[in-house]
């Protein structure tokens, strides 16, 4: 299997070309187009109860496999305009935050994880979605992805909203940005702290952000 990402970071289109029984297993609704030597089968992955499971954590019910009967590229997109990372897991586990898994080989197993409270209150949701095994991943952004190295000796803080992944040997703590006046007056609410070795994955415009500011500027529904 061969990927090629293009037009980074703006607007990100992922073109995978497949051998022969090769497979890549895709968000529904991911899919831009392919070629006729590939078919491609939906099916709730992993039963009905991990589908439901998923569906808690933000992902659609359904996915797409997509399986090379001979040689044949598949381009795959996200729904927001941004950009798209592939990550090689080597029996690895990596916890992507909801609307930001793209695709990844039939190989890797991809079930949804209880978070608990503080994934509530950090804007996430209940659930975080899983990801582990061996194999290529690829993950969507709103906006450009920006990889950094967190160490023990240095913790880091991330806006809710920018979140797209972080490997399972950082553990979070959900908190207020600073004081009740801060966290009301700064427009930065509340944030994720992380502490441990290992890399989180940011992305530079959030979703939430572009909602309040869309919300305003449209029109009201007149009375008369």
């Given at each position: 299997?061969?990927?090629?990402?293009?037009?980074?970071?703006?607007?990100?289109?992922?073109?995978?070309?497949?051998?022969?029984?090769?497979?890549?297993?895709?968000?529904?609704?991911?899919?831009?187009?392919?070629?006729?030597?590939?078919?491609?089968?939906?099916?709730?992955?992993?039963?009905?109860?991990?589908?439901?499971?998923?569906?808690?954590?933000?992902?659609?019910?359904?996915?797409?496999?997509?399986?090379?009967?001979?040689?044949?590229?598949?381009?795959?997109?996200?729904?927001?305009?941004?950009?798209?990372?592939?990550?090689?897991?080597?029996?690895?586990?990596?916890?992507?935050?909801?609307?930001?898994?793209?695709?990844?080989?039939?190989?890797?197993?991809?079930?949804?994880?209880?978070?608990?409270?503080?994934?509530?209150?950090?804007?996430?949701?209940?659930?975080?979605?899983?990801?582990s095994g061996t194999g290529p991943l690829f993950l969507s952004s709103y906006g450009a992805i920006h990889a950094v190295e967190v160490s023990e000796e240095k913790p880091f803080v991330v806006d809710t909203g920018h979140i797209v992944a972080f490997e399972d040997s950082l553990t979070f703590s959900v908190r207020r940005v600073g004081g009740l006046r801060s966290t009301l007056a700064s427009g930065e609410g509340l944030v994720c702290e992380f502490d441990g070795s290992?890399?989180?994955?940011?992305?530079?415009?959030?979703?939430?952000?572009?909602?309040?500011?869309?919300?305003?500027?449209?029109?009201?529904?007149?009375?008369?």
């Amino acid at each position: 299997m061969d990927f090629e990402i293009g037009y980074q970071p703006s607007f990100a289109l992922l073109t995978v070309s497949l051998d022969v029984d090769e497979s890549i297993r895709a968000e529904a609704g991911a899919m831009v187009s392919h070629d006729t030597t590939i078919g491609m089968e939906t099916a709730a992955t992993g039963g009905f109860l991990s589908s439901i499971k998923r569906s808690l954590g933000g992902e659609s019910f359904f996915q797409n496999t997509f399986t090379a009967e001979a040689a044949g590229d598949v381009q795959l997109a996200p729904p927001l305009p941004g950009d798209v990372t592939h990550l090689d897991l080597q029996d690895e586990t990596v916890y992507v935050q909801s609307g930001s898994y793209l695709a990844g080989t039939t190989d890797l197993d991809v079930d949804t994880e209880f978070g608990g409270g503080r994934t509530f209150f950090g804007g996430e949701g209940l659930f975080l979605l899983k990801v582990s095994g061996t194999g290529p991943l690829f993950l969507s952004s709103y906006g450009a992805i920006h990889a950094v190295e967190v160490s023990e000796e240095k913790p880091f803080v991330v806006d809710t909203g920018h979140i797209v992944a972080f490997e399972d040997s950082l553990t979070f703590s959900v908190r207020r940005v600073g004081g009740l006046r801060s966290t009301l007056a700064s427009g930065e609410g509340l944030v994720c702290e992380f502490d441990g070795s290992g890399t989180v994955w940011l992305q530079s415009r959030s979703a939430d952000a572009f909602i309040s500011w869309l919300a305003p500027q449209l029109p009201t529904q007149s009375s008369n």
